[in-house]
């Protein structure tokens, strides 16, 4: 690709929560080569003058599902069509300005690999691929009355979980999981809100079996992420040693202070329990939408106290069914924490979770050139991050151009 010189634009240093005027970019190479106040001598470089709008990394999502947005059908879809809606579901998260998500199960090396050989437009993508489950675990979908015992070939919820019991196993599955190419490891460590055979208090895995896992990932040179609402639950993940924490809804003042004493993130998300909450109309059943009811308050109350405290926050939506919604979570935050608190969690926090700080989310020279360009703002209206990126009429990844209505 030759040589793309921005000029005339403010940048938006996410780091210090500032904006910038009077600043070029010149990309090189996939990455940023110079941000500069001024101008840059840029030979050859193809000009692209923006108008004074303002320039920001591109958007990080920490926890999304590509294989689960059409559910309940899922289960009669043959796995070459969930795919081929997981690469609409993934343009779709690119042109809302979103460079980068992690699969929070359900996605494989498959959905990575498409992307990185252009077969899909979408972000970059981290995978977990199958998460690991109890018997009766968030991840294991049979009813209370099914009495087909658990195989992968039996409505498993297009491969959103594997069922793994004691040390062997766990041990075993997390093996097969990264042997298969996953990015992360992703376990149920607690009930959840769409299973239908737990509860949402429920702890789940023992501590053996929890402690396994981590060592295995450890060792593989990756991470845990952990289902968990509780903060007893959370605790336990923490004692094991899991790297970040998603949901998190019943966090509490202690729990947020052990996480920040041990640098675990929380990657929380608000919007999709008020979906499932109203999301009769979406599939979902009765048992679900009481517990997402149960969940709403205690949702802002957690957010509220790890940002007060100093957790780690990640930008995260978990929006299976309706992922088109996912940038309304920023007018949730909104509700509760500044433009920078909510565009610093999509960006530099982000980017620490999926282990490449300093590469994505900023704006500096040597980082991979995701980039938007924004009409306006975000750091006084974060409302311009929404709307199916109406705002953003220039979107880069890796120093190529996606969008381009300027």
């Known amino acids: 690709m030759p040589d793309l010189l921005l000029r005339n634009l403010s940048v938006l240093d996410t780091e210090a929560g500032e904006l910038r005027t009077g600043h070029e970019i010149l990309v090189r190479d996939k990455r940023i080569a110079a941000v500069e106040r001024g101008s840059i001598a840029a030979g050859d470089a193809q000009v692209i003058d923006l108008g004074g709008r303002t320039v920001m990394p591109g958007l990080i999502d920490c926890h999304v599902h590509l294989n689960r947005t059409i559910l309940p059908t899922a289960p009669l879809m043959l796995p070459s069509l969930l795919t081929a809606h997981a690469g609409a579901t993934l343009e779709g998260m690119l042109m809302r300005g979103f460079t980068t998500v992690r699969d929070a199960g359900g996605a494989d090396a498959g959905h990575r690999q498409a992307v990185e050989q252009g077969l899909f437009k979408g972000p970059r993508v981290f995978v977990s691929g199958r998460a690991i489950s109890q018997t009766g675990g968030h991840g294991d979908p049979r009813s209370p009355a ?167 926050v990640a930008f995260a939506t978990d929006l299976s069914r309706a992922p088109e919604r996912m940038s309304e979570e920023f007018l949730l935050r909104a509700q509760l924490s500044t433009p920078r608190q909510i565009i610093h969690s999509a960006t530099v926090v982000g980017a620490e979770v999926v282990r490449m700080p300093g590469e994505l989310g900023v704006v500096k020279a040597g980082a991979i050139a995701d980039l938007l360009v924004i009409d306006g703002n975000p750091l006084e209206d974060v409302k311009l991050l929404t709307e199916q990126g109406k705002f953003m009429p220039l979107i880069m990844k890796e120093g190529r151009v996606y969008k381009n209505t300027l």
């Open 146 to 312: 099914d009495l087909i015992a658990p195989c992968q070939c039996v409505h498993l919820e297009a491969g959103l979980g594997r069922i793994a019991d004691g040390v062997p196993e766990v041990r075993k599955a997390v093996r097969d999981e990264i042997r298969l190419g996953a990015d992360q490891i992703k376990v149920m460590a607690g009930g959840g809100i769409a299973s239908q055979a737990d509860f949402i208090d429920q702890l789940q895995y023992s501590t053996e079996e929890l402690v396994a896992i981590v060592d295995e990932a450890t060792r593989s040179r990756t991470y845990v992420m952990a289902h968990v609402f509780v903060a007893e639950g959370i605790e336990r993940c923490i004692d094991a040693g899991v790297r970040t924490i998603e949901h998190g809804y019943f966090l509490t003042e202690a729990t947020a202070r052990r996480m920040v004493q041990t640098n675990t993130f929380l990657s929380i998300n608000l919007l999709t329990v008020q979906v499932i909450a109203n999301g009769k109309s979406l599939g979902y059943t009765d048992a679900s939408i009481t517990k997402a009811k149960e969940v709403l308050e205690r949702g802002s109350q957690a957010y509220e106290i790890a940002l007060r405290m100093g957790v780690k």
